[in-house]
């Protein structure tokens, strides 16, 4: 299955909290989008794998996407070798994404920036037709998406352009609630974390309302690019 938009994270929940407005933008568009998860979060404070895989499995409902995978690399462990990218380029290959969405390029868990330059590193890779993969038996074709864009997560990176997501937040705040054990919960025994906190989860909303502001948008999502980007027309930015 060929997709549009490849958007990979290195936890479930990465994704959902770095552009799931994007995502449910893209899918309401008609272009297809899958997720793929690097680890399963076994080390999260909260939660389980098990839990995890069920609350990925709601989120990817709720966000309309074609295809959800799970690499199931080590949580807190995974590097950027031949082995891992390897992985990465048979799912570059799989689906053939133009565009390739991953993880902030620098943040405050260590497999953020991590499993950022794996993916992209990967992204090049995955075009050189002398790199032979195979898939179920089947040889792969050499794939490159046209461009790699690093959302946004836990520290404040300077986004190089915006997303307009007004419409979208409260089905991105559903998508995130599905990771019913991570996220800041007054009921819940479980010990604390950064990300449990009712602060994070309320600069989810003020971020995407920040940026907005900044471009007379009501909400909207931040990216970084690895290159200079162009448009057809002026008219095109707004
Ligand atoms: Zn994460």
């Known amino acids: 299955m060929k997709l549009d938009i490849l958007a990979f994270g290195a936890h479930p929940d990465d994704v959902e909290l770095g552009c799931a407005g994007t995502i449910l933008k893209e899918v309401s568009l008609g272009k297809k989008v899958g997720i793929i998860d690097l680890t399963r979060g076994e080390l999260g404070t909260r939660g389980s794998a098990e839990i995890r895989d069920e609350e990925a499995a709601a989120a990817a409902k709720i966000l309309g996407v074609s295809v959800r995978e799970n690499l199931n690399m080590r949580d807190g462990f995974f590097v950027n070798d031949e082995k891992h990218q390897i992985e990465i380029i048979k799912m570059i290959r799989k689906y053939q994404p133009e565009i390739v ?66 419409g979208f937040t409260e089905k991105k705040i559903e998508a995130i609630l599905a990771y019913r054990s991570q996220f800041y919960d007054p009921n819940s025994n479980e010990p604390e974390s950064p990300i449990t906190s009712k602060n994070f989860f309320e600069s989810l909303n003020y971020r995407s309302r920040d940026l907005g502001r900044l471009v007379g948008l009501e909400f909207a999502e931040g990216f970084t690019v690895e290159r200079l980007l162009a448009v057809n027309s002026l008219a095109d930015l707004r």
């Open 101 to 166: 969405l991953c993880n902030a390029v620098d943040d405050r868990h260590i497999d953020h920036a991590k499993g950022s330059k794996l993916v992209s590193d990967a992204c090049f890779l995955s075009g050189l037709m002398k790199i032979e993969t195979e898939s179920g038996g089947k040889f792969q074709k050499a794939w490159r998406p046209k461009v790699v864009y690093h959302y946004i997560q836990w520290k404040n990176i300077e986004p190089d352009f915006v997303v307009d997501i007004t």
